[in-house]
Each structure stands twice: as structure tokens, then as C-alpha cells.
């Protein structure tokens, strides 16, 4: 039979065949089975390309698409014929979200493997079988950003090359996962205090919402992103990797820059202009002056010609500065008798011979002080300067065992 159907408009009314009836609550592994005897493969393009007509006929609203996206998943997984898919670079913001869905799947097995424990769990095994699902959880909550890069880069573009049914699919798609992640959050921290309080959880709560996110990898793996490579141009795919970095990463920190050949984009700006842009995020100007105000270091940058560029100007400052040192020579900062020690870590920082040196007094005015010098460098091993940290650690110094709930400093 599968001989017969080899072209593509007979593969695809047979498939939307079979999706209508799915939506009218015929069996879906009845119908999983009767799709692989008919079509053994279907081409991720196609499958679009119904869902999209089933939405533009009326013959099933968005709603509807959704309430059964799913059924559709368990359908047509392993179905759908991924030949002919274009390669990815290394960089491109598809590489970067299969990547991420690696860390995301790796994150689900570990799942998995706990709620297979679960029913062996005893109530001596509960607190540490529930300080693992509450590690895991957290990693999942980055999907957010993983989820946010598809609705606000990926999405608009696919809408303007008129591709509107998945993008509206998925983003209802992602707040019910958002939901379920929310649900199992408060499931986990609430007291659980038996481990049959613990397997109804994992069963009701934990398992559904692993079991739709898994679903979702599915759907960009073998629809979403094949069919999204087939859209979008360089250009376009330039534009959301200039602005991925704005929303963050999940579970993977890429290393690789892509830039398509004969691409030229104009750099847009996302910051306001009274702001310091950084590779790992963005300060305005206020933001970034109360920052070193709050730290609980004091930060002194001396840049590669010796000379003060920056102090932080905390009100509890361990040794004083004002603002008569910027551009001052660093060995006019210090005393004649230390002088030696300042050319001393200059020379081997600037030489690539040492990176740190560390002192400590463990008697200033009643305190005990740490201090570390860094040589910074930039990308290529260059020599920036050295930043010195100074903190005061007597307070640490006296701590003993663990200090695992809340508890505000007293004023």
C-alpha cells in the first residue's frame, strides 16, 4: 500500500484523514499503526503543511490543534521522515537550541530514573529523593529561556513566511508546560512526609509535566526546526542570533560565533544608550554604579599602563580610596616599603609568569583581611591589568556546620 501513496497530495489527505478521526476519539495506537502501515514516513513539511489547512479550513480551530497536539505527537513520532533536512552550522541558533535540548533530555532521564525508584522508596529515602527531583526541576525551570527564544526570535519570523498554525501550537504548548513546571515546584516544596504522599506526586504531577516537555523536544527535533531551516533565510536567521543572547540560555553555554557568509546586518542595540552592554548581560548606568556599592568586596582595576581606572566605593571599604588616585601611577598608591612587592606581581602578571597572588592580615583593626590580585587578560591572553579584591572575612572565619534556612543579617 505505502507504494501506492508517493506522492505528496495523497500522503497528506490521508494524514489529515487520520487526524480528523483522532479528533473525533478514535484510538491513537490504533491509528499510530494504521499510519505506519499506509505511510511509514511522512515529510516534516508535510505535516506542517496539514496542520496549517486543518487551521485555515475551519476544519479544526487553533484550539482544538491544541487540545490535541499531543495525541498528534504520539501519533506521528517515529514517522516522520527527517531526509533531505539541511545541515546546521556549528553557532546557528538551531544548533544552539538542539544543544540545549540535549541538556534537556539528559535532564529528563535523570527523571526518569528517580520516578522508577520511586516505587521501591522508602520513608527513610525521602528527604534525599526529594532534594534530587528539586535539583533537576530547578535545571528544567531554564526551558523558560529555551521557550522564549522560540515565541519572541523564531516565531515572528516563521509568521511572516505565513507559517501561523505551530507557532500559535507551541506557544499554547509552552504555557502549559510553564503551568505544569509551576505545579510541580509547589508539589515539591510543600511537606511531603511519606513516601506514598511521594508517589502520587510523582505520578499526578512530576511525570505528566516530564512527559510534555519530553513531547516538545520531539515536535522541534522532527518538525519545528527541519521545517524552520527550510524558511528562514540567512539574514533572518542572523537577526535572531544577534539577539539570542538578550534572553539567556538553558542548560548550555554555546562557545561557537556563526556568521553566514555575505550577510551584512546592521548591529542593532538592545540596551539603552546610558548602559554598559557585556557578553553575559546589561547594566544601565545605575544599576551597575549600586552594584559595586553592595558588593561585599572592594574592587580596585589597574589597567595594562599601571595607572587606577576604577575603586569601588562601598561605605564599608576596608582600606580608603577617593577619587584623587584614578589615573594615578599604582606605585604612588602604595607605601615605599611594599613598593618592591607592586613591581614584583606587575612584572610576573605582565610577563604571563604568575596570574594570582594572595595576602592576608589577620589582625587589621580587629579584623581579618583577605586580599587578591588577578591579572586580567583578555580573549586572545592579552594584558589588561590586574583587578585587586579586598574582603573582609572575620565573620566567615568563625562559621561552623550549615546554615540551610533563612535567616536575614541583623541590623
Same mark, same amino acid.
Given at each position: 500500500?505505502?507504494?501506492?501513496?508517493?506522492?505528496?497530495?495523497?500522503?497528506?489527505?490521508?494524514?489529515?484523514?487520520?487526524?480528523?478521526?483522532? =479528533?473525533?476519539?478514535?484510538?491513537?495506537?490504533?491509528?499510530?499503526?494504521?499510519?505506519?502501515?499506509?505511510?511509514?514516513?511522512?515529510?516534516?513539511?508535510?505535516?506542517?503543511?496539514?496542520?496549517?489547512?486543518?487551521?485555515?479550513?475551519?476544519?479544526?480551530?487553533?484550539?482544538?490543534?491544541?487540545?490535541? $497536539?499531543?495525541?498528534?505527537?504520539?501519533?506521528?513520532?517515529?514517522?516522520?521522515?527527517?531526509?533531505?533536512?539541511?545541515?546546521?552550522?556549528?553557532?546557528?541558533?538551531?544548533?544552539?537550541?538542539?544543544?540545549?535540548?540535549?541538556?534537556?533530555?539528559?535532564?529528563?532521564?535523570?527523571?526518569? @530514573?528517580?520516578?522508577?525508584?520511586?516505587?521501591?522508596?522508602?520513608?527513610?529515602?525521602? *528527604?534525599?529523593?526529594?532534594?534530587?527531583?528539586?535539583?533537576?526541576?530547578?535545571?528544567?525551570?531554564?526551558?523558560?529561556? =529555551?521557550?522564549?527564544?522560540?515565541?519572541?526570535?523564531?516565531?515572528?519570523?516563521?509568521?511572516? =513566511?505565513?507559517?501561523?498554525? *505551530?507557532?500559535?501550537?507551541?506557544?499554547?504548548? =509552552?504555557?502549559?508546560?510553564?503551568?505544569?513546571?509551576?505545579?510541580?515546584?509547589?508539589?515539591?516544596?510543600?511537606?511531603?512526609?511519606?513516601?506514598?504522599?511521594?508517589?502520587?506526586?510523582?505520578?499526578?504531577?512530576?511525570? *505528566?509535566?516530564?512527559?510534555?516537555?519530553?513531547?516538545?523536544?520531539?515536535?522541534?527535533?522532527?518538525?519545528?526546526? *527541519?521545517?524552520?531551516?527550510?524558511?528562514?533565510?540567512?539574514?533572518?536567521?542572523?537577526?535572531? !542570533?544577534?539577539?539570542?543572547?538578550?534572553?539567556? !540560555?538553558?542548560?548550555?553555554?554555546?562557545?561557537?560565533?556563526?556568521?553566514?557568509?555575505?550577510?551584512?546586518?546592521?548591529?542593532?542595540?538592545?540596551?539603552?544608550?546610558?548602559? +554598559?552592554?557585556?557578553?553575559?548581560?546589561?547594566?544601565?548606568?545605575?544599576?551597575?554604579?549600586?552594584?559595586?556599592?553592595?558588593?561585599?568586596? @572592594?574592587?580596585?582595576?589597574?589597567?595594562?599602563? @599601571?595607572?587606577?581606572?576604577?575603586?569601588?566605593?562601598?561605605?564599608?571599604?576596608?582600606?580608603?580610596?577617593?577619587?584623587?588616585?584614578?589615573?594615578? @601611577?599604582?606605585?604612588? $598608591?602604595?607605601?615605599?616599603?611594599?613598593?618592591?612587592?607592586?613591581?614584583?606581581?606587575?612584572?610576573?602578571?605582565?610577563?604571563?609568569?604568575?596570574?594570582?597572588?594572595?595576602?592576608?592580615?589577620?589582625?587589621?583593626?580587629?579584623?581579618? +583581611?583577605?586580599?587578591?590580585?588577578?591579572?586580567?587578560?583578555?580573549?586572545?591572553?592579552?594584558?589588561?591589568?590586574?583587578?585587586?579584591?579586598?574582603?573582609?572575612?572575620?565573620?566567615?572565619?568563625?562559621?561552623?556546620?550549615?546554615?540551610?534556612?533563612?535567616?536575614?543579617?541583623?541590623?
Amino acid at each position: 500500500m505505502s507504494e501506492i501513496i508517493n506522492n505528496s497530495s495523497q500522503r497528506k489527505e490521508l494524514l489529515r484523514h487520520l487526524l480528523l478521526r483522532l =479528533h473525533e476519539g478514535e484510538n491513537p495506537e490504533a491509528l499510530r499503526q494504521r499510519l505506519i502501515e499506509v505511510l511509514r514516513n511522512i515529510p516534516y513539511n508535510e505535516v506542517v503543511e496539514v496542520e496549517q489547512e486543518l487551521i485555515n479550513s475551519n476544519a479544526l480551530t487553533e484550539e482544538e490543534i491544541l487540545e490535541f $497536539c499531543d495525541l498528534h505527537t504520539a501519533v506521528l513520532d517515529g514517522s516522520i521522515d527527517l531526509e533531505g533536512a539541511k545541515a546546521i552550522p556549528a553557532g546557528h541558533p538551531v544548533d544552539t537550541f538542539k544543544k540545549e535540548n540535549i541538556a534537556l533530555k539528559s535532564e529528563v532521564i535523570k527523571t526518569t @530514573d528517580l520516578f522508577n525508584k520511586a516505587t521501591d522508596l522508602s520513608d527513610k529515602q525521602l *528527604p534525599g529523593y526529594v532534594l534530587q527531583l528539586r535539583t533537576i526541576f530547578n535545571n528544567l525551570s531554564d526551558v523558560d529561556k =529555551h521557550y522564549k527564544r522560540k515565541e519572541y526570535l523564531l516565531f515572528p519570523f516563521l509568521e511572516k =513566511h505565513l507559517i501561523t498554525g *505551530p507557532p500559535k501550537v507551541m506557544w499554547g504548548k =509552552h504555557d502549559e508546560i510553564r503551568e505544569l513546571l509551576k505545579n510541580s515546584f509547589e508539589a515539591l516544596e510543600s511537606s511531603i512526609s511519606t513516601a506514598e504522599e511521594m508517589k502520587s506526586i510523582v505520578q499526578l504531577v512530576l511525570a *505528566p509535566t516530564i512527559e510534555m516537555l519530553d513531547g516538545m523536544i520531539m515536535k522541534e527535533e522532527e518538525i519545528l526546526f *527541519p521545517m524552520a531551516m527550510d524558511t528562514l533565510t540567512d539574514e533572518e536567521w542572523y537577526k535572531v !542570533y544577534e539577539e539570542t543572547p538578550e534572553f539567556g !540560555y538553558c542548560l548550555f553555554d554555546p562557545e561557537d560565533v556563526w556568521k553566514p557568509a555575505g550577510v551584512k546586518v546592521e548591529k542593532q542595540e538592545y540596551v539603552n544608550a546610558d548602559a +554598559i552592554r557585556l557578553s553575559s548581560g546589561a547594566f544601565d548606568m545605575a544599576e551597575i554604579e549600586a552594584l559595586f556599592i553592595h558588593l561585599p568586596i @572592594d574592587i580596585t582595576f589597574v589597567d595594562k599602563n @599601571d595607572k587606577v581606572r576604577f575603586f569601588s566605593h562601598s561605605p564599608n571599604r576596608v582600606f580608603e580610596r577617593n577619587r584623587s588616585i584614578i589615573g594615578r @601611577d599604582v606605585r604612588m $598608591c602604595h607605601p615605599p616599603g611594599s613598593v618592591h612587592i607592586v613591581e614584583q606581581i606587575l612584572t610576573d602578571f605582565k610577563s604571563g609568569k604568575e596570574n594570582k597572588a594572595v595576602f592576608w592580615m589577620s589582625n587589621f583593626m580587629g579584623r581579618f +583581611i583577605y586580599i587578591e590580585y588577578s591579572a586580567v587578560r583578555g580573549k586572545d591572553g592579552e594584558y589588561l591589568g590586574v583587578v585587586e579584591v579586598t574582603q573582609d572575612i572575620t565573620q566567615m572565619r568563625k562559621l561552623e556546620g550549615d546554615q540551610r534556612l533563612l535567616s536575614y543579617e541583623q541590623k
